[in-house]
């Protein structure tokens, strides 16, 4: 079965704190994405990554940065998080095999608090 | 670029009445479309995804959607909802190396 884990279900930081959000997909894909999902406004894409050390910036990349080191890893990193930041954060790999049509399997979210 | 548009954030339905979910989508190229849900406090999950075969998509839970190219619209049905299909629902349309989403629509299920 597909896998993508995040790091942290709930997380609570404060204002002006580095944050980092953690995903891992277990299934060598090679492309990986960040999305924010706030009330009303659907998913937003942040940045996605093609393979390792490769990044895009995507609809709303402003205050966010991206790490990808190891195929299996994508990192979010807020460099200085503030209020507007407290949002739901999705991570998602997609397969590019034969037959799967760029569809994306998502990890369950973190749900991020900036007080 | 592609865009997708789903009327109505929430939409109330009765246990055992038809579900119906519109999603229409913006593409200038044939697309390929997906149905996502999503229970309370979990990721998305794929429920079922058009991709210029067949253009009546049956997809887990007793879901489909058709895929009319005349009307660019993709609606997903189901003919009687449960209580368990209380969940967020998304309609997606690929563009180039990403999905853009539409704005979900939260279904409540009335008993």
């Known amino acids: 079965d597909v896998k993508v884990t995040q790091s942290s279900r709930y997380l609570v930081k404060r204002t002006g704190e580095k944050v980092f959000l953690e995903c891992v997909q277990d299934?060598?894909?090679?492309?990986m994405f960040w999305y924010r999902q706030d009330p009303g406004l659907g998913l937003r894409l942040i940045y996605f990554?093609?393979?390792?050390?490769?990044?895009e910036k995507g609809d709303i990349p402003e205050g966010y940065s991206v790490s990808r080191e190891k195929k299996e890893r994508f990192s979010l990193i807020l460099e200085s998080a503030s209020t507007n930041q407290t949002s739901m954060y999705l991570c998602?790999?997609?397969?590019?095999?034969?037959?799967?049509?760029?569809?994306?399997?998502f990890g369950p979210g973190t749900r991020l608090t900036v007080t | 670029a592609q865009s997708v548009t789903q009327l109505g954030s929430h939409v109330s339905v009765s246990e055992g009445a038809l579900v119906l979910l519109r999603c229409n989508y913006s593409?200038?190229?044939?697309?390929?479309l997906f149905w996502y849900v999503q229970y309370p406090n979990q990721g998305l999950q794929l429920l079922l995804k058009?991709?210029?075969?067949?253009?009546l998509v049956k997809g887990i839970n007793g879901f489909e959607a058709e895929f009319k190219k005349s009307e660019t619209s993709f609606h997903l049905t189901k003919p009687s909802a449960h209580m368990s299909d209380a969940a967020e629902y998304f309609c997606?349309?690929?563009?180039?190396?990403?999905?853009?989403f539409g704005k979900g629509n939260q279904v409540v299920v009335i008993p």
């Open positions: 058009y991709t210029s075969a067949a253009t």
């Open positions: 593409s200038s190229v044939p697309p390929y």
């Open positions: 998602a790999s997609r397969d590019l095999s034969g037959g799967k049509h760029y569809e994306q399997y």
């Open positions: 299934m060598d894909h090679e492309n």
């Open positions: 997606a349309v690929s563009e180039s190396n990403r999905l853009a």
């Open positions: 990554s093609y393979d390792v050390k490769m990044k």
